[in-house]
């Protein structure tokens, strides 16, 4: 988990950025998660390293405004996707797949929508982070 949530996207970012700060333009979207905010019981690795995520992507974004490279961070809440299925534990997925059962998720093309706004702002706008959750989230 480490090595997918934090270690990829410190490598990827570095490979991307020579080439912004060449061109002194670009824009980093990194993928945090509520649990990047909130940690909650039986999941503590996972909201490590999406406080991981957030924490990097605010140090970044000090490191590289003066070369006009954006970073934003998207911090969605429950999502409609696959990533339940890859849960080990039997009872924290079956846990988790009702809870996510009883509510509104939210749709990838929500998430997707919110990129959008982040990377279509003008040159002078950099929205650090967003914070998105279904209306029907409480944590």
């Known amino acids: 988990m480490l090595e997918l949530n934090v270690l990829s ?3 990827s970012t570095q490979a991307a950025l020579r080439g912004m700060r060449a061109r002194r ?4 979207v990194n993928i945090s998660s509520v649990a990047g905010r909130v940690a909650n019981p039986n999941s503590a690795a996972y909201a490590a390293t999406k406080f991981g995520v957030v924490g990097f992507s605010e140090a970044l974004r000090r490191e590289v405004y003066q070369d006009r490279v954006r970073v934003s961070v998207i911090e969605p809440g429950l999502v409609a996707t696959e990533l339940r299925d890859h849960i ?3 009872q924290v997925k079956e846990t988790l797949n ?6 509104r998720q939210l749709q990838p093309d929500d998430i997707a929508e919110t ?3 982040c990377v279509t702002r003008p040159p002078h706008v950099n929205v650090n982070e967003v914070l998105i959750r279904p209306t029907d989230q409480e944590r």
Not at 25 to 28: A, M
């Open 9 to 11: 996207l410190i490598a």
């Open 98 to 103: 009702t809870w996510a059962d009883s509510i």
């Open 25 to 28: 333009d670009g824009h980093i």
């Open 115 to 117: 990129i959008l706004f």
């Open 88 to 90: 080990g534990d039997a």
